[in-house]
């Protein structure tokens, strides 16, 4: 009976294993779905954010280059006045 009995019982438990195996394995899938879709999310975030900094970037850039300008033009002008001046 012993001989018998020992078998069904190990059967009975790996089955049992399995089962708890199984479920846990799908939590996980599930927890690895759920972190993957919030990476996604975050990812979709800071792409955003970096499109509207380079945006920004952009705008100040052509800000800075306009006065760039406007000051060589200027320093032009006190040049030109500058070797006038001189050749009086």
Same mark, same amino acid.
């Given at each position: 009976? $012993?001989? &018998?009995?020992?078998?069904?019982?190990?059967?009975? &438990?790996?089955?049992?294993?399995?089962?708890?195996?199984?479920?846990?394995?799908?939590?996980?899938?599930?927890?690895?779905?759920?972190?993957?879709?919030?990476?996604?999310?975050?990812?979709?975030?800071?792409?955003?954010?970096? $499109?509207?900094?380079?945006?920004?970037?952009?705008?100040?850039? $052509?800000?800075?280059?306009?006065?760039?300008?406007?000051?060589?033009?200027?320093?032009?002008?006190?040049?030109?006045?500058?070797?006038?001046?001189?050749?009086?």
């Amino acid at each position: 009976m $012993k001989a &018998t009995v020992k078998p069904i019982v190990k059967k009975v &438990t790996l089955e049992l294993i399995y089962d708890v195996v199984d479920e846990r394995t799908k939590e996980i899938k599930e927890e690895i779905k759920s972190l993957n879709k919030k990476m996604d999310e975050m990812r979709a975030e800071y792409t955003n954010e970096f $499109k509207e900094l380079r945006g920004e970037y952009k705008e100040d850039f $052509k800000s800075i280059n306009a006065r760039i300008d406007q000051i060589h033009t200027r320093l032009d002008q006190i040049m030109h006045m500058l070797s006038d001046i001189k050749s009086r």
